[in-house]
């Protein structure tokens, strides 16, 4: 009989190589995105925030300065 854990729990397993294919993929994004954004880093950005059900505005360096503190937290975690 399985536990309410084993029934309530998704199991995801990856490899290393799913892992680096993961990274991979974020630095394009984050490479596209600097590509595009690097030289106006003032300019800002409007937009809902979904988890907080409320419009937010951000600068273009505020945005990137966010995602790679959240990058750098996730693969230190790893």
């Known amino acids: 009989m399985r536990s ?3 029934t309530t729990e998704t199991s995801l397993t990856c490899t290393v190589q799913d892992i680096r294919n993961l990274f991979s993929e974020v630095d394009e994004m984050v490479e596209r995105f600097l590509q595009e954004y690097s ?3 003032d300019e800002r950005i409007a937009g809902e925030i979904l988890s ?3 419009q937010k505005e951000y600068s273009i360096l505020q945005l990137i300065t966010h995602v790679m503190t959240h990058e750098f937290h996730h693969k230190g975690q790893i």
């Open 4 to 6: 309410s854990r084993e």
């Open 39 to 41: 030289y106006r880093p």
């Open 52 to 54: 907080l059900h409320a």
